[in-house]
Protein backbone atom coordinates (compact mmCIF):
# COMPACT_ATOMS: atom_id res chain seq x y z
CA UNK A 1 0.00 0.00 0.00
CA UNK A 2 0.83 3.13 -1.49
CA UNK A 3 2.07 6.28 1.68
CA UNK A 4 -0.79 8.87 1.62
CA UNK A 5 -1.94 12.09 3.67
CA UNK A 6 -4.95 12.52 6.04
CA UNK A 7 -5.99 15.92 5.53
CA UNK A 8 -8.94 15.69 7.94
CA UNK A 9 -8.62 13.18 11.04
CA UNK A 10 -11.32 12.91 13.88
CA UNK A 11 -10.21 11.39 17.26
CA UNK A 12 -12.53 10.39 20.13
CA UNK A 13 -15.00 13.14 18.95
CA UNK A 14 -18.13 13.67 21.10
CA UNK A 15 -20.98 16.38 20.90
CA UNK A 16 -23.12 16.89 23.55
CA UNK A 17 -26.57 19.00 23.11
CA UNK A 18 -28.59 20.36 26.05
CA UNK A 19 -32.80 19.57 24.41
CA UNK A 20 -34.44 21.30 28.03
CA UNK A 21 -32.96 18.86 31.12
CA UNK A 22 -31.80 16.37 28.62
CA UNK A 23 -28.39 16.25 27.44
CA UNK A 24 -28.44 14.32 24.27
CA UNK A 25 -25.10 12.85 22.67
CA UNK A 26 -25.03 13.36 18.70
CA UNK A 27 -21.50 12.22 18.50
CA UNK A 28 -19.78 9.35 21.16
CA UNK A 29 -16.41 9.18 20.48
CA UNK A 30 -15.99 9.31 16.34
CA UNK A 31 -12.26 8.61 15.16
CA UNK A 32 -12.28 9.28 11.17
CA UNK A 33 -9.11 9.64 9.49
CA UNK A 34 -9.99 11.09 5.59
CA UNK A 35 -6.98 10.55 2.84
CA UNK A 36 -6.15 13.65 0.75
CA UNK A 37 -7.81 13.57 -2.92
CA UNK A 38 -10.17 11.06 -1.34
CA UNK A 39 -14.11 11.18 -2.00
CA UNK A 40 -15.96 9.34 0.78
CA UNK A 41 -19.66 9.18 1.54
CA UNK A 42 -20.57 9.33 5.26
CA UNK A 43 -23.55 7.25 5.71
CA UNK A 44 -26.09 6.26 8.37
CA UNK A 45 -29.83 6.82 9.17
CA UNK A 46 -31.51 10.05 10.31
CA UNK A 47 -30.12 10.77 13.72
CA UNK A 48 -26.87 9.02 13.42
CA UNK A 49 -25.00 12.29 13.78
CA UNK A 50 -24.15 12.67 10.27
CA UNK A 51 -24.95 16.67 9.63
CA UNK A 52 -23.28 17.18 13.32
CA UNK A 53 -20.00 15.81 12.40
CA UNK A 54 -20.35 17.95 9.38
CA UNK A 55 -20.40 20.93 10.94
CA UNK A 56 -17.41 19.77 13.56
CA UNK A 57 -15.60 18.64 10.25
CA UNK A 58 -16.46 22.10 8.94
CA UNK A 59 -15.59 23.96 12.03
CA UNK A 60 -19.33 25.32 11.95
CA UNK A 61 -19.20 24.49 15.68
CA UNK A 62 -16.89 23.35 18.56
CA UNK A 63 -16.93 19.50 19.88
CA UNK A 64 -18.16 18.71 23.61
CA UNK A 65 -14.39 16.55 23.36
CA UNK A 66 -11.70 15.07 21.25
CA UNK A 67 -9.81 16.29 18.74
CA UNK A 68 -10.65 17.36 14.77
CA UNK A 69 -7.24 17.75 12.76
CA UNK A 70 -7.25 19.54 9.21
CA UNK A 71 -3.82 19.20 7.84
CA UNK A 72 -2.98 18.55 11.47
CA UNK A 73 -4.30 21.76 12.76
CA UNK A 74 -6.61 21.29 15.83
CA UNK A 75 -9.49 23.31 14.96
CA UNK A 76 -11.45 21.82 18.36
CA UNK A 77 -9.27 24.07 20.58
CA UNK A 78 -9.72 26.99 18.05
CA UNK A 79 -11.83 29.93 18.89
CA UNK A 80 -14.83 31.56 16.48
CA UNK A 81 -12.70 33.58 14.95
CA UNK A 82 -9.93 30.92 14.01
CA UNK A 83 -12.67 28.60 13.20
CA UNK A 84 -14.32 31.24 10.58
CA UNK A 85 -10.74 31.54 8.98
CA UNK A 86 -10.69 27.63 8.57
CA UNK A 87 -14.01 27.98 6.82
CA UNK A 88 -13.13 30.81 4.44
CA UNK A 89 -10.08 28.84 3.38
CA UNK A 90 -10.03 24.90 3.76
CA UNK A 91 -13.54 24.17 3.25
CA UNK A 92 -16.18 24.62 0.88
CA UNK A 93 -19.74 23.62 1.82
CA UNK A 94 -22.59 21.85 -0.27
CA UNK A 95 -26.55 21.94 1.11
CA UNK A 96 -29.44 20.02 0.69
CA UNK A 97 -30.98 23.04 0.11
CA UNK A 98 -28.87 25.10 -2.14
CA UNK A 99 -28.90 28.29 0.38
CA UNK A 100 -27.94 30.11 -2.72
CA UNK A 101 -28.24 34.30 -2.05
CA UNK A 102 -31.57 34.71 -3.84
CA UNK A 103 -30.76 38.56 -4.35
CA UNK A 104 -27.69 37.60 -6.11
CA UNK A 105 -26.77 36.05 -9.89
CA UNK A 106 -25.70 32.72 -10.05
CA UNK A 107 -22.26 34.61 -10.74
CA UNK A 108 -22.73 37.04 -7.27
CA UNK A 109 -23.30 34.03 -5.60
CA UNK A 110 -19.84 32.80 -6.36
CA UNK A 111 -18.33 35.85 -6.38
CA UNK A 112 -19.69 36.45 -2.80
CA UNK A 113 -17.45 33.69 -2.10
CA UNK A 114 -14.08 35.46 -3.67
CA UNK A 115 -15.10 38.60 -1.94
CA UNK A 116 -15.03 37.15 1.40
CA UNK A 117 -11.89 34.40 0.44
CA UNK A 118 -10.20 37.98 -0.68
CA UNK A 119 -9.06 36.03 -3.81
CA UNK A 120 -7.86 38.77 -6.21
CA UNK A 121 -8.52 38.50 -10.26
CA UNK A 122 -5.92 37.01 -12.36
CA UNK A 123 -3.19 34.69 -10.86
CA UNK A 124 -4.91 31.68 -12.37
CA UNK A 125 -8.45 32.21 -10.41
CA UNK A 126 -10.37 33.47 -13.42
CA UNK A 127 -9.16 30.15 -15.19
CA UNK A 128 -9.92 28.23 -12.78
CA UNK A 129 -13.47 29.55 -12.70
CA UNK A 130 -13.95 29.06 -16.47
CA UNK A 131 -12.98 25.70 -16.00
CA UNK A 132 -15.26 25.03 -13.28
CA UNK A 133 -18.08 26.31 -14.63
CA UNK A 134 -17.28 24.59 -17.90
CA UNK A 135 -17.47 21.44 -15.96
CA UNK A 136 -20.01 22.18 -14.08
CA UNK A 137 -22.24 23.19 -17.48
CA UNK A 138 -23.48 26.15 -15.78
CA UNK A 139 -21.33 28.88 -18.32
CA UNK A 140 -24.53 30.18 -19.22
CA UNK A 141 -25.77 30.57 -16.47
CA UNK A 142 -24.27 33.09 -14.31
CA UNK A 143 -27.13 35.89 -15.20
CA UNK A 144 -29.67 34.26 -13.72
CA UNK A 145 -30.96 34.24 -9.98
CA UNK A 146 -31.59 31.01 -8.42
CA UNK A 147 -35.29 31.36 -8.35
CA UNK A 148 -34.59 31.31 -12.72
CA UNK A 149 -33.05 28.74 -12.04
CA UNK A 150 -33.73 24.31 -12.20
CA UNK A 151 -33.03 22.45 -8.58
CA UNK A 152 -30.25 20.94 -10.51
CA UNK A 153 -28.43 24.41 -11.49
CA UNK A 154 -28.73 25.86 -8.57
CA UNK A 155 -27.04 22.67 -6.71
CA UNK A 156 -24.29 23.12 -9.38
CA UNK A 157 -24.09 26.76 -8.95
CA UNK A 158 -23.75 26.22 -5.03
CA UNK A 159 -20.79 23.30 -6.22
CA UNK A 160 -18.92 26.41 -8.06
CA UNK A 161 -19.59 28.32 -5.24
CA UNK A 162 -17.58 25.90 -2.89
CA UNK A 163 -14.39 25.10 -4.73
CA UNK A 164 -13.95 28.20 -6.51
CA UNK A 165 -11.12 29.11 -3.91
CA UNK A 166 -10.18 25.45 -3.81
CA UNK A 167 -10.88 24.85 -0.49
CA UNK A 168 -8.85 21.64 1.33
CA UNK A 169 -11.97 19.81 1.99
CA UNK A 170 -15.46 19.88 0.33
CA UNK A 171 -18.08 18.86 2.43
CA UNK A 172 -21.71 18.08 1.56
CA UNK A 173 -24.83 17.51 3.39
CA UNK A 174 -27.03 15.49 1.52
CA UNK A 175 -26.46 17.39 -2.24
CA UNK A 176 -29.27 15.70 -3.85
CA UNK A 177 -32.03 15.40 -1.14
CA UNK A 178 -33.99 17.95 -3.33
CA UNK A 179 -33.20 16.58 -6.67
CA UNK A 180 -34.92 14.34 -8.95
CA UNK A 181 -32.82 11.38 -9.78
CA UNK A 182 -31.68 12.46 -12.94
CA UNK A 183 -30.38 15.82 -11.22
CA UNK A 184 -29.10 13.80 -8.48
CA UNK A 185 -27.12 11.56 -11.15
CA UNK A 186 -25.91 15.02 -12.79
CA UNK A 187 -24.85 16.17 -9.33
CA UNK A 188 -23.01 12.82 -8.05
CA UNK A 189 -21.28 12.68 -11.27
CA UNK A 190 -20.08 15.94 -11.17
CA UNK A 191 -19.11 15.74 -7.67
CA UNK A 192 -17.07 12.30 -9.29
CA UNK A 193 -15.62 14.81 -11.90
CA UNK A 194 -14.21 17.30 -9.52
CA UNK A 195 -12.78 14.86 -7.41
CA UNK A 196 -10.50 13.40 -10.22
CA UNK A 197 -9.96 16.57 -12.33
CA UNK A 198 -8.93 18.77 -9.38
CA UNK A 199 -7.84 16.49 -7.35
CA UNK A 200 -10.56 17.72 -4.90
CA UNK A 201 -10.88 16.17 -1.15
CA UNK A 202 -14.51 15.62 -0.96
CA UNK A 203 -16.99 14.16 2.01
CA UNK A 204 -20.34 13.68 0.78
CA UNK A 205 -23.10 12.73 4.13
CA UNK A 206 -26.39 11.31 2.98
CA UNK A 207 -28.60 8.57 4.11
CA UNK A 208 -28.88 7.53 0.25
CA UNK A 209 -27.16 4.13 -0.14
CA UNK A 210 -27.37 4.62 -3.91
CA UNK A 211 -24.92 7.57 -3.27
CA UNK A 212 -22.46 4.95 -2.25
CA UNK A 213 -21.46 3.90 -5.60
CA UNK A 214 -19.92 7.06 -6.22
CA UNK A 215 -17.82 6.88 -4.37
CA UNK A 216 -14.10 5.71 -3.47
CA UNK A 217 -15.47 5.22 0.04
CA UNK A 218 -18.05 4.63 2.64
CA UNK A 219 -18.51 5.03 6.23
CA UNK A 220 -21.65 4.11 8.15
CA UNK A 221 -22.48 5.85 11.35
CA UNK A 222 -25.35 4.69 13.68
CA UNK A 223 -26.24 6.30 17.24
CA UNK A 224 -23.25 8.94 17.28
CA UNK A 225 -20.39 6.42 16.44
CA UNK A 226 -18.78 5.21 12.72
CA UNK A 227 -20.09 1.14 12.91
CA UNK A 228 -18.34 0.76 9.32
CA UNK A 229 -15.47 1.83 7.03
CA UNK A 230 -15.10 0.35 3.67
CA UNK A 231 -11.81 1.64 3.55
CA UNK A 232 -10.42 2.50 6.51
CA UNK A 233 -6.99 4.28 7.02
CA UNK A 234 -4.85 2.55 9.05
CA UNK A 235 -1.35 3.88 11.05
CA UNK A 236 1.22 2.30 8.60
CA UNK A 237 -0.50 4.04 5.44
CA UNK A 238 -0.33 7.79 6.96
CA UNK A 239 2.58 9.45 5.85
CA UNK A 240 2.43 12.83 7.85
CA UNK A 241 -0.06 12.94 10.22
CA UNK A 242 0.74 16.01 12.94
CA UNK A 243 -1.88 15.14 16.29
CA UNK B 1 -24.27 42.73 -2.21
CA UNK B 2 -25.24 45.92 -0.94
CA UNK B 3 -27.27 47.14 -3.94
CA UNK B 4 -29.22 44.13 -4.63
CA UNK B 5 -30.24 43.61 -1.18
CA UNK B 6 -31.67 47.30 -1.23
CA UNK B 7 -33.10 46.25 -4.78
CA UNK B 8 -34.61 43.03 -3.67
CA UNK B 9 -36.46 44.83 -0.84
CA UNK B 10 -38.01 48.23 -2.35
CA UNK B 11 -40.09 49.03 -0.29
CA UNK B 12 -38.31 48.62 2.69
CA UNK B 13 -35.51 50.32 1.07
CA UNK B 14 -37.84 53.24 0.11
CA UNK B 15 -39.70 53.72 3.54
CA UNK B 16 -35.83 53.79 4.96
CA UNK B 17 -34.46 56.35 2.37
CA UNK B 18 -37.79 58.33 2.34
CA UNK B 19 -36.98 58.83 6.62
CA UNK B 20 -33.39 59.71 6.28
CA UNK B 21 -34.98 62.32 3.74
CA UNK B 22 -37.52 63.55 5.97
CA UNK B 23 -35.05 64.12 8.68
CA UNK B 24 -32.42 65.85 6.38
CA UNK B 25 -35.30 67.91 5.25
CA UNK B 26 -36.62 68.82 8.83
CA UNK B 27 -33.17 69.98 10.14
CA UNK B 28 -32.29 72.35 7.13
CA UNK B 29 -35.68 73.31 6.39
CA UNK B 30 -36.11 74.22 9.58
CA UNK B 31 -32.86 75.87 10.57
CA UNK B 32 -33.20 77.44 7.15
CA UNK B 33 -36.40 79.03 8.06
CA UNK B 34 -34.78 80.12 11.29
CA UNK B 35 -31.13 81.81 10.22
CA UNK B 36 -33.15 83.16 7.37
CA UNK B 37 -35.36 84.82 9.07
CA UNK B 38 -33.20 86.26 11.39
CA UNK B 39 -30.46 87.34 8.68
CA UNK B 40 -33.07 88.47 6.73
CA UNK B 41 -34.06 91.10 9.66
CA UNK B 42 -30.55 91.81 10.21
CA UNK B 43 -29.79 92.88 6.60
CA UNK B 44 -32.79 94.88 6.80
CA UNK B 45 -31.91 96.72 9.47
CA UNK B 46 -28.62 97.46 7.97
CA UNK B 47 -30.67 98.32 4.42
CA UNK B 48 -32.20 101.28 6.84
CA UNK B 49 -28.91 103.27 5.71
CA UNK B 50 -28.04 104.31 8.99
CA UNK B 51 -24.61 104.01 11.03
CA UNK B 52 -25.70 104.12 14.69
CA UNK B 53 -28.83 102.99 16.53
CA UNK B 54 -29.85 104.81 19.63
CA UNK B 55 -32.02 103.09 21.81
CA UNK B 56 -33.57 103.85 25.59
CA UNK B 57 -31.42 102.42 28.28
CA UNK B 58 -31.75 98.46 29.03
CA UNK B 59 -33.28 98.04 25.43
CA UNK B 60 -33.57 95.21 23.40
CA UNK B 61 -31.56 93.90 20.35
CA UNK B 62 -34.43 92.49 19.08
CA UNK B 63 -35.95 95.24 17.86
CA UNK B 64 -39.51 93.83 17.79
CA UNK B 65 -39.15 94.03 21.98
CA UNK B 66 -38.90 97.69 22.60
CA UNK B 67 -41.17 100.01 23.75
CA UNK B 68 -41.62 103.33 22.71
CA UNK B 69 -40.27 105.31 25.78
CA UNK B 70 -37.73 108.02 24.04
CA UNK B 71 -39.17 111.68 23.94
CA UNK B 72 -38.88 112.38 20.04
CA UNK B 73 -36.93 115.67 21.03
CA UNK B 74 -33.86 113.58 21.78
CA UNK B 75 -33.49 113.28 18.20
CA UNK B 76 -33.01 116.29 17.40
CA UNK B 77 -31.09 117.35 20.62
CA UNK B 78 -28.56 114.71 19.13
CA UNK B 79 -28.78 116.14 15.75
CA UNK B 80 -28.00 119.98 16.99
CA UNK B 81 -25.43 119.45 19.57
CA UNK B 82 -23.35 116.41 18.76
CA UNK B 83 -20.82 117.16 16.30
CA UNK B 84 -20.57 115.04 13.34
CA UNK B 85 -24.19 113.79 13.04
CA UNK B 86 -25.70 114.50 9.65
CA UNK B 87 -30.06 112.82 10.45
CA UNK B 88 -31.38 111.57 12.96
CA UNK B 89 -34.47 109.65 12.48
CA UNK B 90 -37.09 108.38 15.06
CA UNK B 91 -38.72 105.55 14.46
CA UNK B 92 -41.68 104.28 16.69
CA UNK B 93 -42.20 100.22 16.53
CA UNK B 94 -45.37 98.53 16.50
CA UNK B 95 -45.71 94.70 15.98
CA UNK B 96 -48.99 93.44 14.39
CA UNK B 97 -50.26 90.41 14.97
CA UNK B 98 -53.56 90.23 12.57
CA UNK B 99 -52.82 87.80 9.63
CA UNK B 100 -49.64 87.37 10.88
CA UNK B 101 -46.29 88.81 12.88
CA UNK B 102 -44.81 91.79 11.42
CA UNK B 103 -43.18 94.67 12.44
CA UNK B 104 -44.35 98.19 11.65
CA UNK B 105 -42.03 101.00 11.50
CA UNK B 106 -44.01 104.45 12.40
CA UNK B 107 -41.71 106.90 10.80
CA UNK B 108 -41.14 110.58 9.86
CA UNK B 109 -40.84 110.06 5.72
CA UNK B 110 -38.38 113.75 5.42
CA UNK B 111 -35.87 112.14 8.77
CA UNK B 112 -36.16 108.17 7.56
CA UNK B 113 -35.04 109.21 4.00
CA UNK B 114 -32.29 112.10 5.27
CA UNK B 115 -30.90 108.69 7.20
CA UNK B 116 -31.32 106.32 4.94
CA UNK B 117 -31.78 107.70 1.57
CA UNK B 118 -34.92 107.54 -0.58
CA UNK B 119 -37.47 104.73 -0.90
CA UNK B 120 -37.88 103.13 -4.01
CA UNK B 121 -41.16 103.60 -5.00
CA UNK B 122 -42.08 100.29 -7.11
CA UNK B 123 -45.69 101.25 -6.95
CA UNK B 124 -47.83 104.37 -5.40
CA UNK B 125 -46.24 107.08 -3.05
CA UNK B 126 -45.49 107.90 0.33
CA UNK B 127 -48.40 107.88 2.44
CA UNK B 128 -50.23 111.30 2.53
CA UNK B 129 -53.32 111.11 4.06
CA UNK B 130 -54.83 109.77 7.34
CA UNK B 131 -55.08 105.92 7.34
CA UNK B 132 -52.77 105.57 4.53
CA UNK B 133 -50.02 102.71 5.23
CA UNK B 134 -46.69 102.23 2.70
CA UNK B 135 -46.04 98.40 2.17
CA UNK B 136 -42.84 96.63 0.94
CA UNK B 137 -42.94 94.33 -2.26
CA UNK B 138 -43.09 91.29 -0.38
CA UNK B 139 -45.65 92.05 1.65
CA UNK B 140 -47.71 93.17 -0.79
CA UNK B 141 -47.06 89.72 -3.32
CA UNK B 142 -47.55 87.76 0.09
CA UNK B 143 -50.81 89.76 0.71
CA UNK B 144 -51.81 90.22 -2.79
CA UNK B 145 -51.96 94.12 -2.32
CA UNK B 146 -51.67 96.98 -5.40
CA UNK B 147 -52.12 101.02 -4.22
CA UNK B 148 -55.48 101.47 -3.03
CA UNK B 149 -56.03 97.72 -1.90
CA UNK B 150 -57.29 98.00 2.35
CA UNK B 151 -55.88 95.74 4.66
CA UNK B 152 -56.79 95.13 8.39
CA UNK B 153 -53.36 95.89 10.78
CA UNK B 154 -53.08 97.34 14.16
CA UNK B 155 -57.38 96.36 14.78
CA UNK B 156 -57.24 98.86 12.28
CA UNK B 157 -58.37 99.57 8.56
CA UNK B 158 -55.40 101.05 6.31
CA UNK B 159 -55.05 101.97 2.50
CA UNK B 160 -52.09 100.97 0.99
CA UNK B 161 -50.84 103.97 -0.81
CA UNK B 162 -47.22 102.65 -2.06
CA UNK B 163 -45.69 99.77 -2.25
CA UNK B 164 -41.51 100.24 -1.79
CA UNK B 165 -38.68 97.79 -2.38
CA UNK B 166 -37.70 95.70 0.58
CA UNK B 167 -34.43 96.53 2.81
CA UNK B 168 -35.21 99.53 5.03
CA UNK B 169 -36.40 98.17 8.43
CA UNK B 170 -39.51 96.75 8.25
CA UNK B 171 -42.01 95.64 5.80
CA UNK B 172 -44.56 98.28 6.55
CA UNK B 173 -44.70 101.72 7.52
CA UNK B 174 -47.05 104.48 8.91
CA UNK B 175 -46.73 108.12 9.63
CA UNK B 176 -45.00 108.26 13.29
CA UNK B 177 -47.87 110.75 14.53
CA UNK B 178 -50.71 107.80 13.72
CA UNK B 179 -48.60 105.20 15.50
CA UNK B 180 -48.02 107.43 18.15
CA UNK B 181 -51.83 107.99 18.62
CA UNK B 182 -52.79 104.57 18.01
CA UNK B 183 -50.01 103.50 21.09
CA UNK B 184 -51.05 106.44 23.30
CA UNK B 185 -46.99 107.36 23.07
CA UNK B 186 -47.32 111.08 22.14
CA UNK B 187 -44.05 112.43 21.16
CA UNK B 188 -42.36 108.97 21.47
CA UNK B 189 -40.63 106.94 19.85
CA UNK B 190 -38.83 103.86 20.43
CA UNK B 191 -35.47 104.35 18.43
CA UNK B 192 -33.49 106.52 16.72
CA UNK B 193 -31.13 105.73 13.68
CA UNK B 194 -28.64 108.42 13.10
CA UNK B 195 -26.75 109.18 10.22
CA UNK B 196 -22.75 110.52 10.59
CA UNK B 197 -21.53 113.28 8.08
CA UNK B 198 -19.31 111.71 5.03
CA UNK B 199 -16.13 111.67 6.60
CA UNK B 200 -16.65 111.12 10.43
CA UNK B 201 -15.37 108.25 12.25
CA UNK B 202 -18.34 106.30 13.54
CA UNK B 203 -17.00 105.56 16.44
CA UNK B 204 -16.34 109.16 17.18
CA UNK B 205 -20.02 110.17 16.70
CA UNK B 206 -20.74 107.22 18.95
CA UNK B 207 -18.65 107.93 21.66
CA UNK B 208 -19.87 111.68 21.68
CA UNK B 209 -23.50 110.53 21.46
CA UNK B 210 -22.85 107.94 24.68
CA UNK B 211 -21.48 111.09 26.82
CA UNK B 212 -24.57 113.58 25.68
CA UNK B 213 -27.30 110.68 26.71
CA UNK B 214 -25.22 108.90 29.21
CA UNK B 215 -27.06 105.54 30.01
CA UNK B 216 -28.47 105.23 26.63
CA UNK B 217 -27.39 102.15 24.67
CA UNK B 218 -25.72 103.59 21.22
CA UNK B 219 -24.36 100.75 18.79
CA UNK B 220 -22.64 100.63 15.35
CA UNK B 221 -24.96 99.31 12.99
CA UNK B 222 -22.10 97.00 12.05
CA UNK B 223 -22.24 95.66 15.71
CA UNK B 224 -25.75 95.00 15.83
CA UNK B 225 -25.52 93.12 13.01
CA UNK B 226 -23.41 90.37 14.61
CA UNK B 227 -25.57 90.65 17.48
CA UNK B 228 -28.53 89.67 15.37
CA UNK B 229 -26.58 86.41 14.68
CA UNK B 230 -28.88 83.52 14.92
CA UNK B 231 -26.26 82.13 17.20
CA UNK B 232 -26.86 85.29 19.58
CA UNK B 233 -30.65 85.34 19.30
CA UNK B 234 -31.88 83.64 22.68
CA UNK B 235 -32.99 80.73 22.31
CA UNK B 236 -32.66 80.23 19.07
CA UNK B 237 -30.36 77.45 19.71
CA UNK B 238 -31.79 75.71 22.14
CA UNK B 239 -34.24 75.29 19.38
CA UNK B 240 -32.30 74.18 16.67
CA UNK B 241 -30.65 72.09 19.03
CA UNK B 242 -34.28 70.07 20.19
CA UNK B 243 -35.13 70.03 16.28
CA UNK B 244 -31.88 68.35 15.14
CA UNK B 245 -32.08 65.82 17.57
CA UNK B 246 -35.59 64.80 17.14
CA UNK B 247 -34.79 64.59 13.52
CA UNK B 248 -31.60 62.70 14.51
CA UNK B 249 -33.92 60.63 16.50
CA UNK B 250 -36.45 60.05 13.91
CA UNK B 251 -33.08 59.01 11.64
CA UNK B 252 -32.22 56.30 14.37
CA UNK B 253 -35.45 55.07 15.01
CA UNK B 254 -36.51 53.89 11.54
CA UNK B 255 -32.75 53.23 10.77
CA UNK B 256 -32.56 50.58 13.43
CA UNK B 257 -36.10 49.45 12.57
CA UNK B 258 -35.25 49.03 8.93
CA UNK B 259 -32.07 47.05 9.95
CA UNK B 260 -33.21 44.77 12.57
CA UNK B 261 -36.22 43.67 10.52
CA UNK B 262 -33.90 42.50 7.64
CA UNK B 263 -31.52 41.28 9.89
CA UNK B 264 -34.71 38.87 10.68
CA UNK B 265 -35.44 38.39 7.34
CA UNK B 266 -31.46 37.86 6.31
CA UNK B 267 -30.98 35.40 9.41
CA UNK B 268 -30.42 32.39 6.73
CA UNK B 269 -28.47 34.77 4.23
CA UNK B 270 -25.95 35.67 7.18
CA UNK B 271 -25.68 31.97 7.69
CA UNK B 272 -24.63 31.32 4.37
CA UNK B 273 -22.22 34.13 4.46
CA UNK B 274 -21.05 33.05 7.78
CA UNK B 275 -20.47 29.20 6.83
CA UNK B 276 -18.54 30.87 3.54
CA UNK B 277 -15.82 32.07 5.71
CA UNK B 278 -17.34 35.30 5.76
CA UNK B 279 -15.89 36.59 10.02
CA UNK B 280 -18.15 38.56 12.35
CA UNK B 281 -16.42 41.95 11.24
CA UNK B 282 -17.58 41.57 7.94
CA UNK B 283 -21.00 41.30 8.83
CA UNK B 284 -20.91 44.50 10.88
CA UNK B 285 -19.63 45.92 7.75
CA UNK B 286 -21.84 44.67 5.45
CA UNK B 287 -25.29 45.74 7.37
CA UNK B 288 -23.32 49.40 8.43
CA UNK B 289 -22.57 50.00 4.69
CA UNK B 290 -26.27 49.15 3.81
CA UNK B 291 -27.39 51.68 6.24
CA UNK B 292 -24.72 54.53 4.84
CA UNK B 293 -26.27 53.62 1.53
CA UNK B 294 -30.16 54.14 2.77
CA UNK B 295 -28.43 57.62 4.88
CA UNK B 296 -26.46 58.66 1.61
CA UNK B 297 -29.63 58.56 -0.19
CA UNK B 298 -31.85 60.09 1.90
CA UNK B 299 -29.56 62.75 2.35
CA UNK B 300 -29.51 63.41 -1.85
CA UNK B 301 -33.29 62.79 -1.49
CA UNK B 302 -33.31 65.07 1.39
CA UNK B 303 -31.58 68.29 0.40
CA UNK B 304 -33.57 67.91 -3.26
CA UNK B 305 -36.81 67.90 -1.03
CA UNK B 306 -35.42 70.57 1.04
CA UNK B 307 -35.42 72.58 -2.02
CA UNK B 308 -38.37 71.72 -3.09
CA UNK B 309 -39.85 72.85 0.25
CA UNK B 310 -37.95 76.11 0.59
CA UNK B 311 -38.58 77.37 -2.64
CA UNK B 312 -42.57 76.29 -1.61
CA UNK B 313 -42.64 78.13 1.33
CA UNK B 314 -41.08 81.19 -0.53
CA UNK B 315 -43.35 81.11 -3.12
CA UNK B 316 -46.43 80.95 -0.56
CA UNK B 317 -45.09 82.95 2.22
CA UNK B 318 -43.08 85.46 0.46
CA UNK B 319 -41.86 87.37 3.55
CA UNK B 320 -40.40 84.03 4.63
CA UNK B 321 -36.77 83.39 3.57
CA UNK B 322 -34.89 80.21 3.98
CA UNK B 323 -31.17 79.72 3.80
CA UNK B 324 -29.76 76.91 2.99
CA UNK B 325 -26.22 77.01 4.02
CA UNK B 326 -23.06 74.74 2.70
CA UNK B 327 -22.72 74.20 6.53
CA UNK B 328 -26.23 72.89 7.61
CA UNK B 329 -25.99 70.78 4.51
CA UNK B 330 -22.80 69.01 5.03
CA UNK B 331 -24.36 69.14 9.05
CA UNK B 332 -27.34 67.25 8.01
CA UNK B 333 -25.50 65.28 6.07
CA UNK B 334 -23.33 63.73 9.12
CA UNK B 335 -25.97 64.14 11.02
CA UNK B 336 -28.00 61.52 8.44
CA UNK B 337 -24.79 59.59 8.54
CA UNK B 338 -24.99 59.52 12.48
CA UNK B 339 -28.39 58.47 12.69
CA UNK B 340 -27.35 55.47 10.50
CA UNK B 341 -24.66 54.36 12.58
CA UNK B 342 -26.28 54.46 15.90
CA UNK B 343 -29.87 52.86 14.09
CA UNK B 344 -27.47 49.85 12.61
CA UNK B 345 -24.59 49.41 15.14
CA UNK B 346 -27.11 47.17 17.53
CA UNK B 347 -28.82 45.25 14.44
CA UNK B 348 -25.02 44.67 13.13
CA UNK B 349 -23.90 43.33 16.12
CA UNK B 350 -27.28 40.81 16.58
CA UNK B 351 -26.60 39.90 12.67
CA UNK B 352 -22.58 39.07 13.79
CA UNK B 353 -23.25 36.97 16.72
CA UNK B 354 -25.91 34.88 15.34
CA UNK B 355 -24.85 30.99 14.90
CA UNK B 356 -24.30 29.98 11.66
CA UNK B 357 -25.73 26.75 12.02
CA UNK B 358 -28.91 28.01 13.95
CA UNK B 359 -28.67 30.98 11.04
CA UNK B 360 -28.95 28.45 7.97
CA UNK B 361 -31.62 26.16 9.69
CA UNK B 362 -34.19 29.20 10.08
CA UNK B 363 -37.22 29.32 8.24
Known amino acids: MSKCRAILETVDLRKTYRLGDVDVEALRGVNLRIRETELAAIMGPSGCGKSTLMHLLGAMAKPTGGRVLINGRDIAMMNDGQRTEVRRKQIGFVFQKFNLLPILTARGNIEVARTIQGTARGDGHDEHLAELLRLLMIEDKMGRKPSKLSGGEQQRVAIARAVVNRPAILLADEPTGALDSKNSEIVLNMFRELNRKFKQTIILVTHNPELAAYTDRLIEMRDGLVVHDSNPVGDEEISTLVI | MIFASLISRPV?????????????TMILVIVGLTTGIAKESGRRIVGVGADILLQGPNSSYMLALSSGTLPVAIGGKVK????????????????NSQGGLDLVYGIDPVSFEAVGGPFHFLDGQMFSKPGEIVVDDLYARSKKLRPGARIELLSQTFTVSGIVENGKGARLFLPIGLAQEMTGAANKATLFYVK?????????????????LQGYKVTRMSDLMSQMAPSKIPGLEPFLRTVVFIAVAVGVLVIFLSMYTTITERTREIGILRSLGASKTYIVVLIFEESIVVCLLGVIVGVFASKMVAGTIVKVFPTLIVTMTAEWYLKAAGFALLSGIIGSFYPSLKAAKLDPIEALAYE
Do not use: H, M, N, Y
Not at chain 2, 17 to 22: E, G, H
Not at chain 2, 84 to 93: C, I, R, T
Not at chain 2, 196 to 212: L, P, S, Y
Open chain 2, 80 to 95: SDVPGVKAVAPVLLQT
Open chain 2, 196 to 212: VDEGQDVDAVKTAIEKF
Open chain 2, 12 to 24: RTLVSVLAVALEV
